[in-house]
Nanobody, 124 residues
Framework: QVQLVESGGGLVQAGGSLSLSCAAS????????MGWFRQAPGKEREFVAG????????YYADSVKGRFTISRDNAKNTVYLQMNSLKPEDTAVYYC?????????????????WGQGTQVTISS
């Protein structure tokens, strides 16, 4: 079993930055593919970024490419999402997810464990 706990959300102005963290419990964390998703009010959950088990491969949604960076530190059982140049349309609840597949995954159905989410609000 893996438990995920996100932190780092908050309220910032457009153009600002936030850094999200996701701490994972479980001895097999380092073998999991990890991802970040988000869900805005009235919208479906969408993929934001993914990373494979070694951190060698990353992939981003077009809407965040060039502004967000996903990374992981397996020694700390933590995955990060650095968000820069934030826009009001980035406002959402952000979820961390873990997949037993060590490869990079982009579909929510391919993830097995989810965090509780952290709110990110960007004011214009």
């Amino acid at each position: 079993q893996v438990q995920l706990v996100e932190s780092g959300g908050g309220l910032v102005q457009a153009g600002g930055s936030l850094s999200l963290s996701c701490a994972a419990s479980g001895r097999t964390y380092s073998s999991f593919g990890m991802g970040w998703f988000r869900q805005a009010p009235g919208k479906e959950r969408e993929f934001v970024a993914g990373i494979n088990w070694r951190g060698a491969s990353t992939y981003y949604a077009d809407s965040v490419k060039g502004r967000f960076t996903i990374s992981r530190d397996n020694a700390k059982n933590t995955v990060y999402l650095q968000m820069n140049s934030l826009k009001p349309e980035d406002t959402a609840v952000y979820y961390c997810a873990a997949s037993r597949d060590p490869r990079l995954r982009v579909r929510s159905s391919e993830y097995d464990y989810w965090g509780q989410g952290t709110q990110v609000t960007i004011s214009s």
